[in-house]
């Protein structure tokens, strides 16, 4: 998953993660954390568009919204892009 060489690779190693359902959720959720792994935007994509029916919308939530501090600007929007998708505009009485 880590391998910055092979990128498809690695991406190939992120979806049978994900295809592993709630088993693989714990290690697809640490790599989107893990600030050296190069792939993190594709994690927050997987996690967005394929875990909610295996774990949930709520369980995906918390590391999406972590991965909006990250320090890559790529990884940040697709976590914004995946937490939109999953809970649209939520209306708040924040300014």
């Known amino acids: 998953m ?19 359902g709630a088993a693989g ?13 190069v792939h993190r935007k594709y994690i927050a994509a997987q996690i967005g568009l394929f875990m909610p029916k295996y ?3 709520n369980a995906c939530l918390a590391p999406l919204t972590a991965a909006l ?7 940040r929007s697709m976590a914004a ?6 809970c649209g505009q939520i209306p708040t009485n924040a300014p």
């Open 69 to 75: 501090a990250d320090p890559d600007a790529l990884t």
């Open 55 to 57: 774990v949930g919308t």
């Open 2 to 20: 880590k391998d910055s060489t092979h990128p498809t690779t690695a991406r190939s190693a992120i979806t049978a993660l994900g295809g592993l």
């Open 25 to 37: 959720f714990p290690y697809v959720a640490a790599g989107l954390a893990d600030t050296n792994q």
């Open 81 to 86: 892009k995946m937490l939109d998708r999953l």
